[in-house]
């Protein structure tokens, strides 16, 4: 049924192109004529050579760089071996049936991967425990090798669970070969996954954290579990791509991997649990979200390495906050988008000595590409106004070839390429633009989508009414900036 499904939505996705192709004027093909500039216009060609030398770069990692760093890295770990594996899981709000299958795989990642191992449930509420002691009396691991250690915190939030159970692993004092696997309440780990990532820790002494290869099981409707696995498939290209520089951008919670002397550092400890952001305009507010941007900029400022591991893989059980698709992208997106436009600016400030200049550049061009995805679009809307219809035909014409290509091209990351990807990639692309153009004049306004909570301010009455004022004055003035500078060029 699956497999009939997807090749009708590649008919129909072939029936479309055909229909827009017989709409637009044949004169448009001319390479002399003037609407042959607006098709290959000069920013799509310098945003489309941006992705493909990201696309370049992720697949000379992954299939030419990568297999020999593994094969050095299995002879470094056989000589040095991690001394111990820390398994830490934070859960909170989520239901039993996913907890006993992350659960599950994590005991016995911690039985198979042959190392003293130690898994730490962070827990909120009782019935976790109890359903955890139960799944581990039955993998009855090893007791003089494996040992389980809970962590109860109030429901605080994630960054509380993960801070708490920082201490406890510190308590335990591990020495400079322990490893610490971070794993969230949602991610399944694969078979021998461990086992896997430990080794690059052998061979990059500056290597600090690691993290995997996500899939995901989607429990909502056909668009909401497209729109997932295209995320995945290009965060997979993406992070290949940052981790031929060693420093991937963002070390996710999902499954990540730090060494025991990162995590237990107080410094380390209280980035990730008290994060705040000082804004000229904003005032001083804290983090809700995003403790992986946290950990990462802190690794960051502290010097270390970053790496990728794509063989490595778990996967996710994704639950949308909402049964409504734009309800939900547009809930999730305002989170995503909103931790990396407030880690961007002070990321930045680390300069390109510390960031490596080509990461220099990616943080630098996330602030400019949220208008420049909208152009385009922006451009054929006025043009068809001001001119002719056909130019908003020619205008999709190419976006459905150039989504298409681009799916196309997402079979080289290994993960299922869907006939809803052209489509979904571009609704993220003008979707996914306006949200950002939204968060970043409000940078302070954040909201944990699984707890349904939001950030307080304690402002007082001048400060919420400037902070107000000048965030509608300065989406007004960047807005028009933008709409007078297109009507111009159109």
């Known amino acids: 049924m699956e497999r009939m499904q997807t090749i009708s939505g590649w008919f129909l996705l072939g029936s479309l192109l055909c229909a827009l192709a017989l709409m637009?004027?044949?004169?448009?093909?001319?390479?002399?004529?003037?609407?042959?500039?607006?098709?290959?216009?000069?920013?799509?060609?310098?945003?489309?050579?941006?992705?493909?030398?990201?696309?370049?770069?992720?697949l000379f990692f992954c299939y030419v760089v990568f297999p020999r760093h593994r094969k050095l890295a299995v002879k470094a770990e056989a000589e040095q071996p991690p001394s111990h594996i820390y398994l830490m899981v934070t859960s909170f709000r989520i239901d039993a049936m996913t907890t006993a299958m992350v659960y599950r795989s994590v005991i016995a990642e911690a039985i198979a991967c042959g190392y003293p191992a130690t898994v730490v449930a962070s827990i909120v509420e009782m019935s976790d425990e109890s359903l955890i002691?139960?799944?581990?009396?039955?993998?009855?691991?090893?007791?003089?090798?494996?040992?389980?250690?809970?962590?109860?915190?109030?429901?605080?939030?994630?960054?509380?669970?993960?801070?708490?159970?920082?201490?406890?692993?510190?308590?335990?004092?591990?020495?400079?070969q322990a490893l610490v696997a971070v794993v969230d309440g949602d991610t399944v780990l694969s078979d021998g996954i461990i086992r896997k990532s430990c080794p690059?820790?052998?061979?990059?002494?500056?290597?600090?954290?690691?993290?995997?290869?996500?899939?995901?099981?989607?429990?909502?409707?056909?668009?909401?579990?497209?729109?997932?696995?295209?995320?995945?498939?290009?965060?997979?290209?993406?992070?290949?791509?940052?981790?031929?520089?060693?420093?991937?951008?963002?070390?996710?919670?999902?499954?990540?991997?730090?060494?025991?002397?990162?995590?237990?550092?107080?410094?380390?400890?209280?980035?990730?649990?008290?994060?705040h952001l000082d804004h000229w305009r904003l005032g001083r507010f804290k983090f809700l979200t995003g403790d992986d941007k946290s950990s990462w900029y802190s690794m960051m400022r502290q010097g270390w390495d970053t790496y990728y591991v794509p063989d490595a893989e778990i996967t996710t059980v994704e639950h949308p906050p909402s049964k409504h698709f734009l309800a939900a992208a547009r809930q999730l997106m305002f989170r995503w988008y909103g931790n990396s436009l407030r880690q961007n600016s002070r990321a930045t400030r680390l300069g390109g000595k510390r960031l490596g200049w080509f990461t220099y550049y990616v943080l630098f061009d996330q602030r400019i590409s949220m208008w420049t995805s909208v152009l385009g679009l922006t451009a054929a809307v006025l043009a068809a106004i001001k001119y002719d219809i056909g130019y908003l035909v020619i205008y999709l014409l190419w976006i459905a070839l150039t989504r298409t290509v681009v799916s196309l091209m997402l079979l080289a990351s290994g993960h299922h390429v869907g006939p809803g990807f052209p489509l979904m990639l571009y609704f993220n692309q003008i979707f996914g633009s306006l949200i950002k153009i939204y968060v970043v004049f409000r940078l302070d306004r954040q909201s944990w989508t699984r707890q349904n909570t939001k950030l307080k301010h304690d402002h007082g009455a001048f400060q919420t009414w400037f902070n107000r004022w000048s965030t509608s004055a300065m989406t007004f003035s960047a807005v028009s900036v933008f709409l007078a500078v297109v009507v111009h060029l159109v």
């Open 24 to 58: 637009v004027p044949p004169s448009v093909f001319k390479t002399d004529h003037p609407e042959f500039l607006l098709v290959v216009g000069g920013v799509g060609i310098w945003r489309y050579s941006v992705g493909l030398m990201h696309y370049l770069r992720g």
């Open 133 to 176: 002691n139960m799944l581990w009396q039955q993998a009855n691991p090893p007791a003089e090798r494996v040992t389980l250690h809970f962590v109860r915190i109030p429901g605080t939030g994630k960054r509380d669970g993960l801070a708490n159970g920082f201490r406890a692993i510190a308590r335990d004092m591990p020495d400079k």
């Open 200 to 275: 690059y820790f052998s061979l990059f002494p500056q290597v600090g954290a690691l993290t995997t290869n996500e899939y995901c099981d989607v429990l909502g409707s056909y668009w909401m579990s497209q729109w997932h696995k295209l995320r995945f498939a290009q965060r997979h290209i993406s992070m290949c791509s940052m981790a031929l520089s060693k420093r991937v951008l963002t070390l996710t919670g999902r499954m990540s991997l730090f060494r025991a002397e990162v995590v237990t550092e107080p410094d380390f400890i209280s980035d990730v649990e008290n994060d």
